[in-house]
């Protein structure tokens, strides 16, 4: 038994849950761009905290190197997703987000 | 495969041609390109191999859909030239398309989880920043922010659910997967990883009750990105989509079918009746993409032998028609500074070539015979039939009715209402002739359907 797996798995599921859960709810009730950002990467690494235990618990590598995948993908989601609001903030010199309500049916 | 490695090279092209400043030829390079790339594909027919140590496989799925998102990306960059004219930026544009083009290949062709999740992702990344490629545009801004905020919340969800199926399978390749679900007894984290990966799927294809996002995001995006996100982007996730649950996760069909079932019901009325009440035509083609994907949902839940050929039927007509409607929208959105229903008043007196033409695809995307629509949707519901979803198929069919009623709105419009001017919309003469291929294309379709269907 190696040493990650002295804490049963199950505590592993129910930390990401929580963590993915308050990463779902910043994004539904804060309103500062920021923040959701924030709150999308924290549903990520929630994600890749999980693959790595049931790697680690499956003895199986496959699990960390999709973490590096994800890792890869998030930065450049972040890079993408500040350029974004930066050219919002340009035109409306704000990062609330109820700022933009032009479409709504 | 041989398709994505040059699509990949044209992607890396572009970016070079900013350096080595021969922008002006970018553009038939790409169209040869897309040509080549469809030829390479073609050969790639009954070839069926597992390339990349079993991360994709090129079976006949695969090589039809990708051979159909060429197509339609071919048509698609006859019908956005202007796109790519407009600003200094231009190489952006096309490395920008080109690299979701490869991200749709690789959607189409996956067998492992991480595929799947590179191809998304390869596939969102551009769409994100072409959707806010009209810079001072705030609708644009805004319709790039609700793209990337949702499409990154869906990932969540998606990658949340490869994890939990990781952690009870063990695996993230498709057919291991399946092996693992076939042998019997899993537990039950496996089960919440396919439902939340049916989320997160449900979301990149705007099913409802995840589709909000969509009608924003078509609306405020310029009007020929909000085509390449109704055809490519739709057919690219709704083939991932049947892959995964008809490889994958067919043996836990028992999880997901009610479920689905609810979905689709959902996706077709309200799609549907939404779409009734939209006074912008872009909105209401945005709700009537959302509509078509309840309709391809029927066939992904039947699962059965017809599932796969109505599916791929049914993306080439409606992103054929897709095309078609969204170029005149655009012509006619720019000539008259909106896109209201009434912009269409008298177009069948002053401009009969687009109002024949946009007569054809409306009534291919309403489903009314001799066009490809009617069949598309002819055998969607005899996959459903088959599999003996009966109330669905009565859902579906008086979702279409009320589709013919939203899609007559225009036509009406075109033909018995006076325009305020009598003024000739200017067309271009590429913008006619690939108008003209695209009206026979749907024509042929419709009166020869076998052709596609026997594909699969």
Redesign the interface.
């Known amino acids: 038994m190696s040493a990650i797996q002295i804490i049963p ?1 199950e505590w592993y ?1 129910l930390l ?1 849950t929580v963590l ?1 859960t308050i ?2 709810a910043g ?1 539904m009730l804060r309103r500062n ?1 920021i923040i ?1 950002f924030m709150s ?1 990467e924290l ?2 690494n ?2 890749n905290l ?2 790595v235990a ?2 680690s ?2 003895s ?1 590598s ?2 960390q ?2 973490v590096f ?2 890792m890869a ?1 998030a930065a ?2 972040v890079a ?2 500040l ?3 930066m ?2 903030y340009r ?2 010199k704000s990062s609330d ?1 109820n700022i ?6 | 495969m041989k398709a994505l490695i040059l699509l990949s090279s044209l992607g890396v092209i572009a970016l070079l041609a900013e350096i080595f400043s021969v922008k002006k030829l970018l553009y038939p390079i790409v169209l040869l390109g897309l040509i080549t790339a469809f030829v390479l594909n073609v050969f790639d027919w009954d070839a069926t191999n597992n390339i990349y140590y079993k991360m994709m496989q090129f079976d006949n799925y695969a090589v039809a859909f990708t051979g159909l998102i060429i197509v339609v990306a071919f048509l698609w960059f006859l019908m956005a030239e202007g796109f790519f004219k407009e600003e200094s930026n231009q190489t952006d544009h096309f490395a920008l398309v080109l690299f979701s083009l490869v991200g749709a290949v690789m959607m189409v062709s996956y067998n492992n ?2 595929m799947l ?2 191809g998304i ?1 390869i596939l969102s ?1 551009p769409m ?2 072409l959707a ?1 490629s009209n ?2 545009d ?2 644009s ?6 793209y ?2 949702m499409g ?2 869906a ?2 969800f998606l ?2 659910g ?3 199926i ?2 009870a399978t ?3 390749d498709l057919s291991e997967i399946a092996n693992a679900v076939s042998s019997g007894t899993l537990s039950s ?1 496996f089960y919440v990883g396919v439902l939340l990966m049916l989320i997160g799927m449900a979301f990149k294809v705007s099913a409802a009750p995840f589709h909000f996002w969509a ?2 995001v078509y ?2 995006a310029p009007t020929v990105v909000t085509a390449f996100m109704a055809t490519i982007v739709k057919t690219a996730a709704f083939a991932a989509f049947l892959r995964l649950f008809s490889t994958a996760f067919m043996g836990a069909h028992d999880t997901w079918t009610n479920i689905v079932w609810v979905m689709a019901a959902l996706t077709l009325l309200v799609g549907n009746i ?1 779409a009734v ?2 006074t912008s035509t872009k ?1 209401m083609l945005a709700y009537s993409s959302v509509a078509h994907a309840g309709y391809m949902l029927l066939a992904l839940l039947a699962g059965n032998s017809y599932s796969n050929s109505a599916i791929l039927f049914y993306a080439a007509a409606y992103s054929i028609g897709s095309i078609a409607t969204f170029c005149i929208v655009n012509i006619i959105a720019s000539a008259k500074n909106g896109d209201g229903i009434d912009s269409f008043n008298g177009l069948g007196k002053t401009n009969p070539m687009l109002a024949i033409v946009m007569t054809i695809a409306l009534l291919s995307l309403a489903g009314i015979p001799p066009t490809a629509g009617f069949f598309a949707k002819y055998y969607i519901l005899t996959s459903a039939f088959v599999a003996g979803n009966v109330g669905l198929v009565l859902i579906a069919i008086i979702a279409s009715l009320i589709g013919v009623y939203y899609y007559f709105r225009i036509i009406i419009a075109m033909y018995f209402k006076e325009s305020a001017t009598s003024e000739v919309v200017e067309v271009e003469s590429n913008h006619k002739l690939l108008l003209v291929f695209v009206a026979i294309l749907i024509v042929v379709m419709g009166l020869f359907p076998d052709c596609v269907i026997k594909l699969l």
């Open positions: 798995i599921l990401s993915f990463g779902v994004v761009a959701i999308v549903m990520l929630a994600v999980l693959l049931f790697s618990y499956l199986d496959k699990g190197v999709f995948f994800i993908v450049a989601e993408v997703g350029a974004i609001l050219m919002v035109n409306t987000i933009l309500n032009k479409l709504k049916w | 989880m991480a999740f590179l992702e990344i994100y920043i806010g810079k001072t705030i609708s801004n805004e319709s790039a922010f609700k990337l905020i990154a919340f990932t969540g990658l949340f490869i994890a939990l990781y952690g063990g695996s993230f984290i009608p924003d609306q405020g939404t009440f939209q909105r």
